[in-house]
């Protein structure tokens, strides 16, 4: 199974934590690619938050690579 389909069965949102431990990066790469909008992230207050479709989707598009 595929990081992607593993993200697209999972229910709830990612932290930069969880999705910087599922990609084996840092936390600071995770903050710059949302920062830069080059991966799909949204906020609640100050906490970023990650939807596991939207990054399944952007990961396909990368070819799985970051």
């Not at 993200?7 to 990609?23: G, I, P, Q």
């Not at 600071?28 to 906020?43: C, E, K, N």
Request: aromatic letters at 10%.
């Amino acid at each position: 199974m595929s990081i992607a389909d593993s993200l697209e069965k999972s229910n709830h949102c990612f932290t930069v934590a969880e999705l910087a431990r599922l990609f084996n990066v840092n936390r600071i790469t995770i903050y710059r690619l949302a920062q830069q909008g080059r991966i799909p992230a949204f906020r609640i207050g100050s906490a970023v938050r990650f939807d596991p479709r939207a990054v399944a989707s952007w990961l396909r598009k990368q070819g799985g690579a970051l």
